[in-house]
């Protein structure tokens, strides 16, 4: 089975490019859902969470105070380093317990990690191949504004706080430009799509 680690900026569209991965019936481990899922209460993520920040971070109804959070980690880069240390590894044993999940039943030649921090938590490492999705600075700058309804101050922090985008294009094997329409991505994504497609028919 083939591994194709998919990543990109915030807010640059990689969830679009994993809708149309997933429409072509390749499946993909989401990373930002694995959190999502053990963030929940009582879970190993909320667990480490509470035990490594504290009671402030979690709210009345016993679930996790995202915007606090958020805000602490994306103004204090000692605090973000703090958070990923305690959930990374909790996330990728689930993904490697994921991953042998697909191996074991031996229905697909393809998977598909989506991992946002894919370079900077060093995953790169666990794939064959790395596909980047990127658009212009300015592009990305306005759509997280628009997304997040947040201010521009707050956006900028936000992207400061990942790997840049040129770095992440420079070390990525495939580049799928979301600048255009949807039309465009999909043709893109299809192409390569197709290429290992073909290449894993023998395997």
């Known amino acids: 089975m083939k591994i194709i680690g998919l990543t990109g900026g915030i807010a640059t569209g990689k969830s679009t490019v994993s809708k149309i991965i997933r429409e072509n019936n390749i499946p993909i481990i989401d990373a930002d859902k694995i959190y999502k899922d053990l963030s ?3 879970n ?3 667990r480490a969470i509470y035990n490594s920040f504290g009671q402030d ?3 009345e109804n016993g679930e996790i105070d995202k915007k606090a959070l958020s805000s602490l980690i994306f103004d204090d880069p000692k605090q973000r380093e703090k958070l ?3 959930t990374h590894p909790i996330i990728k044993d689930e993904t490697i317990k994921q991953i042998k999940q697909f191996e074991n039943e ?3 030649r393809l998977l598909f990690l989506d ?3 894919l370079f900077e938590a060093g995953w790169d490492m666990m794939v064959d191949e790395t596909w980047v999705v990127t658009i212009p600075y300015k592009a990305q700058l306005q759509r997280l504004m628009d ?3 947040c201010s521009k101050d707050t956006a900028q922090k936000r992207i400061r706080s990942q790997m840049s985008l040129d770095e992440k294009v420079k070390r990525a094997d495939i580049v799928i430009d979301n600048s255009g329409s949807i039309r465009d991505t999909r043709k893109q994504v299809l192409k390569h799509l197709g290429r290992l497609i073909k290449g894993v028919e023998n395997l």
Do not use: E, F, M, T
């Open 57 to 59: 971070y979690i709210k």
């Open 147 to 149: 997304r997040d309804n």
């Open 115 to 117: 991992v946002p921090l």
């Open 106 to 108: 031996g229905k697909h």
């Open 40 to 42: 929940q209460k009582g």
């Open 84 to 86: 990923n240390a305690i």
């Open 44 to 46: 190993s993520i909320w």
